[in-house]
């Protein structure tokens, strides 16, 4: 977390590496080389969601594909393995890409407050809606990690600092907007789904996090709700 100081009042702010997932890592195979030989147990998964062929054998190609997208999310040990932490990342885009257009479905994030910011932490997905209709999103984030967990519950935007800076981890927040004691919107420059989450706040890309800043304002309404998967 990073605290605000503002008129002598400190608040603990949120900042830090955030995932989608907070899936225990498992050990997969020790191997100094860069790249396993080893198929791991989501290895069809796996293969299916890069377009490799799906038959279960790890091969050179396979490893190269899936070390890449580990890579590129921050996913570690980056060797290759079709292990958990790598499949529930995927699993994970899967369900978030099937919403589509109508993250509140289900109609949990409440309609009677006009504007609203809607977190699901289940499926890590961020929106705002003013009634029934859907202003912005829905956008991947990332929330807080075991121990972490960004609060639910219905909040406020009460303060709102577009060059906060982290005391604590001496980390920039671009385009904080806290609502709920030091957790906040705000950008980080990592893949929205880096393991294993935040200290709490909700994490956004920064183009996603300068259309929050435009569209909110102090006041408006915050609702998150759901439970992040290893939380």
């Known amino acids: 977390m990073g605290d605000i100081r503002r008129r002598g009042a400190v608040v603990l702010g ?3 590496l955030v995932a989608p997932l907070t899936l225990a890592l498992t050990s997969a195979p020790a ?4 790249c396993t030989t080893q198929a791991g147990p989501y290895q069809k998964q796996v293969e299916k969601f890069l377009g490799r062929p799906v038959d279960g054998k790890q091969s050179a190609a396979d490893c190269k594909a899936t070390k890449a997208f580990q890579d590129k999310h921050g996913i570690t040990p980056d060797i290759g393995y079709a292990g958990p932490v790598t499949w529930g990342v995927m699993d994970l885009m ?3 890409k099937a919403v589509g257009s109508k993250p509140n479905e289900d109609g949990k994030c409440p309609t009677n407050k006009g504007r609203i910011a809607c977190v699901n932490l289940t499926l890590q997905l961020s929106w705002i809606q003013d009634g029934n209709k859907l202003v912005y999103g829905p956008v991947p984030v ?4 075991k121990g972490y967990v960004t609060r639910t519950g219905l909040k406020k935007i009460y303060w709102r600092d577009i060059d906060h800076v982290s005391s604590i981890y001496n980390v920039s927040m671009p385009y904080s907007q806290f609502f709920d004691g030091g957790q906040a919107f705000h950008s980080v420059g990592l893949s929205m789904w880096n ?3 935040s200290h709490g706040c909700v994490n956004m890309t920064t183009t996603t996090a ?15 709700y759901g439970r992040k998967p290893g939380t």
């Open 210 to 224: 300068k259309k929050y800043w435009s569209l909110l304002k102090n006041g408006d309404d915050v609702y998150v």
């Open 94 to 96: 899967n369900k978030q």
């Open 142 to 145: 990332r929330t807080g990690r």
């Open 31 to 34: 191997q100094a080389a860069s």
């Open 195 to 197: 393991p294993p989450g």
């Open 14 to 16: 949120v900042t830090g």
